[in-house]
């Protein structure tokens, strides 16, 4: 490893940036790279350095490095691999600290693209230059709205810092981030890491301000004990959450073809994490899941789930994975019970999971869910079934009025003014008996109650209450699947789960670390 | 359980429907079914049954079911429980066969509503009618049209059969069967199951001819040695997958406390499903998954597994799953890796999985699959990284032209008109030099090929190969996640999955089932 200081502000903020190898063609990589830049809306200077060229993106092209008078933070190299030491030793001489490399067909590729990536990363050591790559994906910053990525990927601003083995899949996580409502501080793929170790960037975000959630997908670690180092001093402060690739022999071997990388024994790489307090994602899937979970909620003090569920199936399918998690259904004290009788049918389950059959009043699910979030015995709150998608009450409008009118049309013609005036006639009856009580939970919707059921009402209370109790509540979105869960994320500070196993799977690992946290603390 | 002979088709095809307690008011069961059997298309007659009102829904209403003079094939009942029993003594008399009860209060919640409940199944016993619930979410029926449910959900009309021991849980998850473009022809929620078996749907279905593929929710059984004679008469001509409820204690507790059913011991129901051939899907969200994979995808031949992936680290995510699916990455034989040198750059990987290493030219996409597919010693195909969703284009456009284009005239005002003028002269360089090839494989889009890029002509694609082939393709929609993927399903007779693992997962189940397949034929 090199023996350099290096600049990381200069990488992550840098003032001035220049693209080697930067063009007008679409779909190129010298013209998807300053795109990306400007669509992200960076605002340092760019430099375009490109000898065919006069003008590339309305930017005058410079003929090389040397040509450009001012001084270079970051330099982007687009061109084939055979050209690129020349150019890292023209940004030597220029003395630029940082330079992110996305041309591929070095050490990837065999023998010969192995010599160039070697004289690369001489040149670059010699000349105290940090390479991010060869054939990489590239890097985000939110500090300086950097998206210096070969992916037309704009990540919403937040917390959570990206450290990526691969390139194009880190690209692609991100994206479905985008899409959950993930806000991302940095982001690395550290491609071929030619005199880079992934451990550089998690001790960099593990002191970076604005970075309070780290997650990595690893392949392979160059240095074992320094990683676990590293990780040792973050994760009292920061989770860290580790997806490791090359978990079987099938797995391995296709890392080694990937990245090259020696994926090493599984088992070791586990035990590591346990003893580092890293908390582990099995799947992509998962490691997305646990960036949102760890990003928005609170560390739980302990593993009693206390579950509130709006139909009994919900609960069953949650509690069925409690075991398998590690989690522990909360027992209700007596005082829960009572306070739960006011508010529940006389036949609810009395017992936890919190079936509330049935019951459609939504100012009795705040009522539940508070008398459940306020006990002692309660660590972590999952709620089931009561957040109902954005267009949720569009849809539903639709579907129980459009439909059944065009079928009375095309079906019972003659029936259709008798039709409407029967569904007025329901609607006036339901206004004027909205005060009323309902002791066996049968009857209609209160229209006056509509409002109160508007998600927004819901995520509201969730953020005010996990305010109040400094305990995570994770909402499960059953109605709408993923997208809606992720429309309501955008910034609010909750995790809306996919599935009820979602749910109890990121309540496992939030247990999980409040537990290394407590042991790590005695 | 009772002696007489059911009547499943007037069930499944009523002539003729009678609602008790048939409502106007919005929300309420009975206003709830009726309108969702004229919302789902039900085009035989239906009765209103509501001593208190005389016109429900603009049909009139009958004051009780003696009052009907036509036969009845299908009785719902949406009254207090305590009144049902009652109901049920008259449509003994009028020779119902069948009814549909989604009343709750009874066996659910305790003695009081036990008592009820054993009344009306004596009355129905005694009187020959099939009594679906009490407490049921209801029933689906593709070849009525019949959606007599207690929500707004219309299903897709196809080939999975759904039995489902939580009516609340089975109807979201036909919900995200219909958003994920899983057609179902029949649903039974089978509630309290007062005096049926979900065995006696079971025998149905697998008797069904409009039921190719069938899916279970299981809490608890009544009778295992009748399902599993039962399993094993349907699993060798149609797949059945099973979701059973109650694996750990926790689970069995939440399962007691929902539909009061004795979960017992998983390892034995494991067991029984391992001897009969049911597919196991371990969460509700692989329920769905695989209701997808097997009504979509034919049956491999073995586990043998041949994986094109555009993105590396794509791959690695895929083969990591292998060995705990138990599947096997296929070993190329020479022949198909001669072919794919022929197709991709010549620093590919030269085993599988085959990394496209960044070739985006559309037709060698094609060529490789077609190569994988070919192979005699592939018996599964997984393409990933190529389907990318249905508004890729659109939003890349956006992307790559709107964004860059409105920061330059917030950020490089001046630089506007040269941009505009260079972007142009990109793209006529491109076009012009559309037929140039690229041997390093990092030059830009070919814009002659983008309709290529069109997800519809992939599907065709993957869809004719499948059909000449006799092989299941799963194509993973990486870019876009679930919704897209989901967009393309829709009767389009393929499957898309979520995330690699995901794909690899029903891969490796769709292998079990071959496996089971194979044996028995012995």
Chains 1, 2 share one sequence.
């Not at 690209?171 to 991302?184: A, H, N, P, S």
């Not at 008996?433 to 969730?462: C, K, T, Y």
Request: with cysteine.
């Amino acid at each position: 490893m090199p023996s350099f200081e290096r600049e990381f502000d200069k990488l992550f903020n840098p003032r001035s940036i220049a693209i080697v190898g930067a063009s007008n063609l679409p779909g190129k990589w010298g013209s998807m790279m300053p795109l990306n830049m400007i669509g992200g809306g960076y605002r340092g200077k760019l430099f375009m350095v490109n000898p065919r060229e006069k003008m590339v993106l309305g930017f005058p092209a410079h003929a090389s490095l040397k040509e450009i008078d001012e001084e270079i933070d970051l330099l982007v190299v687009a061109i084939p691999a055979r050209k690129v030491g020349d150019i890292m030793e023209e940004a030597v001489e220029k003395g630029i600290k940082n330079a992110v490399v996305v041309s591929s067909n070095f050490a990837e590729v065999g023998e010969e693209g192995t010599q160039l990536e070697r004289r690369l990363s001489e040149i670059a050591n010699a000349g105290g230059i940090t390479i991010v790559g060869p054939n990489t994906m590239g890097i985000y910053s939110a500090s300086s709205d950097l998206c210096c990525m070969g992916a037309p990927v704009y990540p919403l601003k937040g917390s959570v810092g990206f450290i990526s083995q691969s390139g194009n899949l880190g690209i692609q996580l991100m994206g479905w981030g985008q899409r959950r409502g993930i806000g991302f501080s940095r982001f690395v793929g550290s491609g071929n890491a030619a005199n880079t170790d992934i451990v550089d960037f998690l001790e960099y975000l593990g002191d970076d301000p604005i970075t309070k959630t780290i997650i990595l997908y690893i392949e392979g670690l160059k240095d074992g004990r320094r990683f676990l180092d590293a990780a040792c001093r973050i994760t009292p402060n920061k989770p860290v959450i580790a997806l490791k690739a090359g978990k079987g022999s099938q797995g391995q071997g296709a890392v080694l073809s990937h990245t090259g990388s020696l994926a090493g024994e599984f088992a070791l790489f586990r035990g590591m994490m346990e003893q580092a307090g890293i908390v582990e994602a099995e799947t992509t899937e998962e490691l997305v899941d646990l960036a949102a979970t760890f990003s928005a909620l609170p560390v739980p003090k302990g593993n009693r789930v206390g579950v509130m569920t709006l139909g009994g199936g919900w609960g069953v399918a949650a509690a069925d994975v409690f075991d398998r998690e590690g989690l522990e259904m909360a027992t209700l004290p007596e005082s829960v019970i009572e306070e739960l009788d006011k508010t529940l049918p006389k036949f609810w389950s009395r017992r936890n999971p919190v079936d509330i059959v049935g019951n459609v009043n939504r100012a009795n699910h705040f009522k539940v869910l508070n008398a459940l979030a306020s006990s002692d015995a309660v660590d972590i709150v999952i709620s089931m079934g009561t957040l109902l998608g954005r267009n949720f009450w569009i849809e539903n409008m639709l579907k129980t009025t459009i439909r059944p009118l065009i079928n009375m049309i095309r079906f019972h013609t003659t029936r259709l003014p008798l039709f409407q005036l029967s569904i007025l006639k329901g609607f006036r009856e339901a206004v004027s008996r909205r005060s009323e009580s309902n002791p066996e939970g049968s009857g209609g919707i209160n229209p006056s109650e509509a409002l109160q059921w508007r998600d927004s009402v819901f995520i509201s209370h969730m953020r005010e209450l996990m305010r109040e109790e400094k305990k995570p509540i994770i909402t499960v979105a059953v109605n709408e699947g993923e997208r809606s869960a992720s429309s309501h994320m955008r910034n609010s500070g909750i995790f809306t789960a996919a599935t009820p196993e979602r749910a109890v799977r990121a309540a496992g690992k939030l247990a999980t670390y409040a537990r290394f946290l407590s042991s790590h603390r005695k």
